[in-house]
């Protein structure tokens, strides 16, 4: 398969219902795509703006700073110690990893790219780009011989479920019976909610305690979109295996994808400073308890949604006329269809809006 090959992008699918919002006379309310809204943090501004001067290319694998910043974080902030910057890689976003991953591996016919159930579509690309067969399983039991890549969500995108350290240690266990590459995609990790997950972090797959200590075939992904509104930036990472880091810094060095030098600084300003990133946080608690018993009123029941930026809700009924019924009210979401079959009677909020049309959104859903 080819880039020709691939469907439309689903998001068009949605134009007649984002047209239907804008013509409520309070305007629309976007909760369809998690794009950040808020201003980009000072201090990575700042850090952009010193770093103007790049006349020279910038380093595939990161300069030492960004890498230092990396293995820091890790430490700091997702309870993985004993990293290197040997360990570690600069990406252009976390989407053209999750896309290029497959490629850059080596993977094509005849080999299995395993994505989560309820799942971003771009796992299902990856595979399909370079001729793979992609396979929804959240089970590792189903994970079949022939299993090349494992793509982990957590917390999920679109449904907030967040695994623990025991469903690490199963996958990573399955994944080595299986000689398979296991990915853990994490960009949502600084966004725990319910349960346990208000008080400690969202594990890593990278964690001692899931991997006791053998980052073999074992990788993680990040991104500073959400925690530091930085989507314009592109602005993300991988870490995990020395052998795959190294093959993947060979790859993408002979394909030229390199992180802008400013970006650069500005990621390790972002790294460096945890005020910020708990700052938004509280920002996205608040819109998301105003949010959240406004959906529920409404008729809806939330799955999921443990953590991460989305509510995962479902009222019994296909997700398009869930989708007409808000849109008559003004408000927009995305659909359960763009994120595998297995959902097509959920949709999924953001609580990427500002203040205002968070609260405006729970007035009209709850008539109020």
Known sequence: MGVADLADYPWDAVAPYAATARAHPGGIVDLSIGSPVDPTPAVVAAALAEATDAHSYPQTAGT?????????????????????????????????????????LGLGPGDTVVHPRAAYPTYEVGARLVGATPLAADDPAAWPDGTRLIWLNS???????????????????????????????????????????????????????????????????YSLSKQSNLAGY?????????????????????????LPAPVQAAAAAALADDAHVAAQKELYRTRRAILRPAVEAAGFRIDGSEGGLYLWATEGRDAWESLGSLAERGILAGPGHFYGTHFPQHVRFSLTATDERISEAARRLTGS
């Open 64 to 104: 030492p700073r960004l890498r230092e910043e990396i293995v820091n974080w890790f430490a700091r902030r997702r309870h993985v110690p004993g990293l290197s910057v040997d360990d570690v890689l600069p990406t252009i976003g976390s989407k053209e990893l999750v896309a290029l991953l497959p490629l850059l």
């Open 155 to 221: 917390p999920g995108n679109p449904d907030g479920r967040v695994l623990d350290h025991e469903q690490l240690r199963a996958a990573v266990a399955r994944a080595r019976e299986l000689g398979a590459v296991i990915a853990g995609d994490e960009c949502y990790a600084e966004l725990g909610w319910d349960g346990r997950w208000a008080e400690e972090p969202v594990p890593s797959i990278l964690d001692p305690r899931v991997t006791a200590g053998d980052l073999t075939g074992v990788l993680a992904v």
């Open 234 to 258: 592109r602005a993300a990472f991988l870490a995990g295996d020395r052998d795959l880091v190294a093959r993947l810094l060979t790859a993408r060095k002979h394909v030229g994808l390199m």
